[in-house]
């Protein structure tokens, strides 16, 4: 089965200090990842996503993501974090079984930048 | 550029009310369109989403129902809603490429009361 899996509920860390954002993923075949920001009483928007090619992926507002074959994981990072980067962080596979057109996505982490 | 429109913003019905919601994409044709429920600020659950004019796959059996009338337009419904149908609902669409990453609206913060 296709999954992700975010394994931190909450990172706190400090303003100015790198940050990061953790998500591993099952999938069968080559797999299609995506990062998601929430702000309160929003919708998610989309940050950036890794199809093939370089492990780094850059995206908006700074962030970056890790693509790692090996380890099966697609970390969040930004080398910089502000205070308004609190927010919720989704990562999330697109479900190629049985050609459907659903994504997957996990539990979601709360990142609280401290200034 | 596409935009996604979303309304209302906040609704509080009584329980066994109707309810409609509406969701509007511009500038794209014939989007992948998700009706997605996400309980306490965490998880997201897909409830429908649609591939096409009048077609409709539904995730969760439940007393909600969702239709396309037209080609941009995806509209979650209720006969009577429950107590347990509040929450927060996002619409969102996508294109049909593999690649194509969701784009969500604003949400409706739905109060059963």
């Known amino acids: 089965a296709q999954s992700v899996a975010q394994p931190e509920d909450q990172v706190n860390v400090a303003e100015g200090n790198p940050l990061t954002v953790k998500c591993t993923y099952s999938?069968?075949?080559?797999?299609?990842l995506f990062w998601y920001v929430q702000y309160p009483n929003r919708g998610l928007q989309f940050l950036l996503k890794?199809?093939?090619?370089?492990?780094l992926v850059k995206g908006s507002y700074g962030f970056e993501a890790e693509f790692n074959k090996s380890q099966t994981s697609f970390h969040l990072k930004k080398p910089s974090a502000l205070v308004s980067d609190s927010a919720l962080y989704f990562c999330a596979v697109r479900d190629m079984t049985s050609g459907t057109y659903k994504y997957i996505f996990g539990t979601g982490t709360r990142l609280k930048v401290l200034a | 550029s596409q935009t996604i429109h979303q309304w209302p913003a906040t609704l509080v019905q009584p329980v066994g009310s109707p309810l409609s919601l509406e969701c509007t994409v511009e500038g794209t044709s014939n989007p992948n369109l998700y009706w997605y429920r996400q309980a306490a600020g965490r998880g997201l659950q897909l409830l429908f989403y649609?591939?096409?004019?009048?077609?409709i796959s539904s995730e969760v059996p439940q007393n909600l129902s969702a239709s396309r009338p037209q080609d941009r337009q995806f509209i979650l419904s209720s006969k009577k809603l429950l107590l347990s149908d509040s929450g927060f609902y996002l619409c969102?669409?996508?294109?049909?490429?593999?690649?194509?990453?969701?784009?969500f609206g604003n949400g409706t913060r739905l109060t059963v009361t």
């Open positions: 890794y199809i093939t090619g370089d492990n």
């Open positions: 969102a669409w996508a294109q049909g490429r593999v690649e194509s990453p969701l784009h």
């Open positions: 999938v069968s075949g080559n797999p299609y």
């Open positions: 649609s591939v096409g004019i009048g077609q």
